[in-house]
């Protein structure tokens, strides 16, 4: 199939209405939606992305009131994290509604709802009229994309419409909160904070490492992730870098032998670390880079998510 670029929200729109994909930018990483309500538009999402069927979708709305139409019943946290997050970076695990499609949520009995925070896709959602159901819009296992060239990198001619939009803002993708339990329990760090979500729900508890419980009830958790086609190898300090034409290096310091690297790149904080970190990925593979390495950052704060993001890197590459 042809892919169509198009910078129309309403020209995008049509294709979700006719029961198609359709890829467009969020403020976090760019989505591949489809009518949530359309179980065979839907399994195209995941026919596109070759995504395990066991994971399921977050579903993206315009419009507070289309959470009555997903979500069974809305636990008072709920309601005090959407009063302050949305819209924005955050994806609230909720009761399902029963008229949610079961391959939207993998046979769950919750749903993930997000509001995303973008001019073109609140446009673009309010055209559709009706919640659009949406994973990250990348190969399953590859990066998540962060432009439309990356989008179409990974699923040209496998999707009829891009959306195009400019950079992604966050470069990571949302939070993801799980209000289902008493007290909320984060299932994916993201581009809300921690700290964020406890200065208006204290109790939210941080997310769980290692194989347990909590990692299993967010079952898109267990795959590979982020993963690029070089190498991705953390290090603790620049030096520990191993220079070399085909090296890449991104980090918050420079390493010592900058210019015997391929290519560098250093951020002047963790949000821009996390804003380059997958356009770093697919920009080194594009260049022939063999190897990309990351500088670990302190465990706090958005640089929680981040490091959540580099682990999956490299875990599945080495
Ligand atoms: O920023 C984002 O969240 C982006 C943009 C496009 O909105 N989307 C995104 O979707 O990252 P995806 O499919 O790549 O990641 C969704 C995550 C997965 O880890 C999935 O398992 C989890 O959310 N998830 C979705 N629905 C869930 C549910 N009902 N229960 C538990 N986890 C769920
Ligand atoms: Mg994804």
Redesign the pocket.
């Known amino acids: 199939m042809t892919t169509r670029l198009t910078d129309s929200p309403e020209d995008a729109a049509a294709y979700i209405r006719r029961g198609q994909t359709v890829a467009f930018p969020?403020?976090?990483?760019?989505?591949?939606?489809a009518d949530a309500f359309d179980p065979h538009a839907v399994q195209q999402i995941f026919a596109a992305k070759g995504?395990p069927s066991d994971?399921?979708?977050?579903v993206?709305i315009a419009d507070r009131a289309q959470v009555d139409d997903l979500a069974a019943s809305v636990p008072d946290a709920a309601r005090v994290l959407m009063d302050r997050f949305f819209p924005g970076?955050l994806?609230l695990?909720l009761p399902?509604h029963p008229d949610v499609p079961s391959v939207?949520?993998?046979g769950?009995d919750?749903?993930?709802v997000?509001m995303?925070d973008h001019p073109a896709a609140q446009r673009f959602l309010a055209a559709c009229g009706t919640p659009v159901a949406?994973?990250?819009?990348?190969r399953s296992g590859r990066p998540?994309p962060t432009t439309w060239q990356a989008v179409r990198d990974d699923l040209g001619g496998r999707i009829p419409c891009i959306l195009r939009g400019g950079r992604t803002r966050?470069g990571?993708?949302?939070t993801?909160v799980?209000c289902t339990t008493a007290p909320p329990a984060v299932?994916?760090p993201?581009?809300i904070t921690l700290d964020a979500l406890r200065a208006v729900v204290p109790s939210v508890q941080g997310p769980a490492t290692g194989d347990d419980d909590d990692r299993a009830?967010?079952?898109?958790?267990k795959?590979r992730h982020y993963a690029p086609s070089a190498r991705v190898c953390l290090v603790d300090t620049p030096a520990d870098a191993v220079p070399g034409a085909a090296h890449a290096y991104i980090g918050l310091e420079a390493p010592p032998e900058r210019n015997a690297f391929g290519r560098v790149r250093v951020c002047p904080s963790v949000e821009a670390y996390a804003h380059a970190l997958f356009h770093v990925f697919r920009a080194s593979e594009a260049a022939g880079c063999t190897t990309i390495y990351c500088q670990r950052v302190p465990d706090t704060g958005l640089g929680e998510a981040l490091m959540d993001r580099l682990r999956r890197a490299a875990s599945a590459t080495v």
């Open positions: 969020t403020e976090t990483v760019y989505g591949l939606g995504r994971n399921p979708l977050i993206h970076p994806t695990i399902r939207v949520t993998a769950l919750t749903v993930g997000r995303p949406a994973p990250s819009a990348n998540s966050a990571l993708e949302s993801v799980d299932l994916r993201g581009a009830r967010s079952p898109g958790t795959h």
